[in-house]
DNA sequence: AACTATGCCAACCGCAATTAA
DNA sequence: GTTAATTGCGGTTGGCATAGT
């Protein structure tokens, strides 16, 4: 059974679009709206698309005053600063800033801001790092990424950044958190450039209180745990999965 | 010049939430 | 209250462009 599909899946257009059927709907949309129905809407003005296609690329292209590329250093900051407070809620964070999509901002942050974290995060290996694996981002799914990390890091007797293993950074970083907030209060972050890039005014946005809560106030080991509360490997998982762990290094990332 | 790897982004997919009947 | 249709969202994929070898 299952549920119907809301379109002839083999009558229905896939791929990108041509400037004619841009066009089409532009025209039409501007002319007489939605009409409140999208699957309804390719049928009435002789598109072979699905109607949620039709949406998508409304929203994401042809609707007036979208922007495109080139974020400036305050959007980086807003949306830096709305995913560690509320995570991946794209709609919600591109709603804060007007002409951007969410699609767009998710593009941005899955290609760019999120390197760009990384870069800043992983000091020793800014330089070194290769990934392997072409779909490494687009899945969303660091635990597969091997770093190779070629540059020398330093001797010492804890765990470094340098030598902890992709599957803990990914367990730490990737799930329904942000990089940022794992690192905060943990004794294994470079305090002066986590300052620089998370110590800007915390961006207070109209209408979402509900959604700062306490986070607003203060970053606490207690509120990112609170947050995201599956993202803190224990000891002994984090020693399985980069050898021998000072504890102190753990109560730190803790 | 040819090949391969990577970056980027538009678009698709599937699911959950919402709305209408 | 239930069911079906529609909308909205986040994750993922496909393919083009460019850089690197």
Redesign the pocket.
């Known amino acids: 059974m299952g ?2 599909p ?1 379109c002839d899946k083999a009558n229905v ?5 041509s400037p004619e059927e841009d066009a089409k709907l532009k025209s039409y949309i501007e002319k007489s709206g ?1 009409g ?5 809407l390719p049928q009435k003005i002789g598109l072979k698309r ?4 039709c ?3 409304w929203l ?2 042809l609707r007036p005053n979208i922007k ?2 080139g974020f400036s250093e305050e959007e980086d900051r807003i949306i830096l600063s709305l995913y560690i407070s509320i995570g ?5 964070i591109a709603a804060q800033l007007p002409g951007r999509t ?3 901002i ?3 942050w ?3 801001l999120k ?1 760009k974290l990384i870069g800043k995060q992983l000091p020793n290996q800014s330089r070194n790092v ?6 490494t ?5 660091l635990s597969h990424v091997s770093i190779k990390a070629e540059g020398s890091s330093s001797q010492s007797s804890t765990t470094s950044w340098s030598e902890i293993s992709m599957p803990l950074y990914h367990k730490m970083a990737s799930n ?1 958190m942000s990089l940022a907030s794992s690192l905060i209060g943990s004794v294994v972050t470079y305090p002066s450039e986590l300052d620089e890039m998370f110590n800007f005014n915390q961006v207070k946005l109209e209408g979402l209180d509900g959604l700062y809560g306490e986070i607003s106030t203060s970053w606490s080991n207690e509120v990112s745990e609170l947050m995201f509360p599956s993202m803190t490997p224990s000891l002994q998982e984090m020693q399985q999965l980069c050898g021998p762990v000072d504890e102190q290094v753990h109560l730190g990332i803790q």
Request: aromatic share 12%.
């Open positions: 549920r119907a809301c257009k896939k791929g990108p679009w939605t409140g129905n999208w699957i309804a699905c109607g949620k296609s949406r998508l690329r994401n292209y495109h590329g991946s809620r794209w709609s919600i969410d699609n767009d998710k593009n941005y899955n290609t760019r390197k290769k990934q392997e694996g072409k779909k981002y687009a899945n969303n799914n329904q």
